[in-house]
């Protein structure tokens, strides 16, 4: 499924119909060149779970974690990992009990498509705004954004 996001306007409602649909075990795998717009719709998705406030950027801290959310979410970015078994060196598994996991640069942390719950979005940038590549794994069928 393609999803055109001319606009930040765009980009909160898609990260509003993806909000609406999450369960805990969602992985929401957020690919793309820098400044395709990851963060931002990261960003979007956990402000329409109902999170007040500042969403900072996990670049340096690797992990942000939204538990008083519903479902509670955890937003990681892999960018800064050198190898896949860096992400099991910090944790992950354990964050992502009973969570979302929002992660930028799955690649970095081996991917998750294999997993049923993992909904991936590659996100391309335009000449006017953004486009949104959607595929989701079994779990998805029946409720992609």
Same mark, same amino acid.
Not at 1 to 14: N, Q, S, T
Not at 41 to 68: D, K, M, Q
Not at 99 to 123: D, K, R, S, T
């Given at each position: 499924?393609?999803?055109?996001?001319?606009?930040?306007?765009?980009?909160?409602?898609?990260?509003?119909?993806?909000?609406?649909?999450?369960?805990?075990g969602d992985v929401v795998a957020l690919s793309g060149g820098l400044g395709a717009g990851?963060?931002?719709? $990261?960003?979007?998705?956990?402000?329409?779970?109902?999170? /007040?406030?500042?969403?900072?950027?996990?670049?340096?801290? &690797? #992990? *942000?974690?939204?538990?008083?959310?519903?479902?509670?979410?955890?937003?990681?970015?892999f960018y800064r990992l050198e190898h896949p078994g860096e992400a099991e060196q910090i944790?992950?598994?354990?964050?992502?009990?009973?969570?979302?996991?929002?992660?930028?640069?799955?690649?970095?942390?081996?991917?998750? $498509?294999?997993?049923?719950?993992?909904?991936?979005?590659? /996100?391309?940038?335009?000449?006017?705004?953004?486009?949104? &590549? #959607? *595929?989701?794994?079994?779990?998805?069928?029946?409720?992609?954004?």
């Open positions: 499924m393609r999803v055109e996001l001319p606009d930040l306007d765009a980009m909160a409602a898609f990260g509003a119909r993806i909000a609406c649909r999450l369960r805990p990851k963060t931002t719709l $990261a960003r979007a998705i956990i402000e329409a779970l109902g999170h /007040l406030g500042e969403v900072p950027s996990p670049t340096f801290t &690797i #992990v *942000e974690t939204y538990e008083a959310l519903d479902p509670p979410l955890v937003h990681a970015d944790g992950l598994d354990d964050y992502r009990e009973g969570a979302v996991l929002l992660a930028e640069w799955p690649e970095h942390a081996g991917g998750f $498509a294999h997993e049923p719950q993992c909904l991936e979005i590659a /996100l391309e940038t335009r000449a006017h705004g953004r486009a949104a &590549i #959607v *595929e989701g794994g079994a779990d998805w069928l029946g409720r992609m954004p």
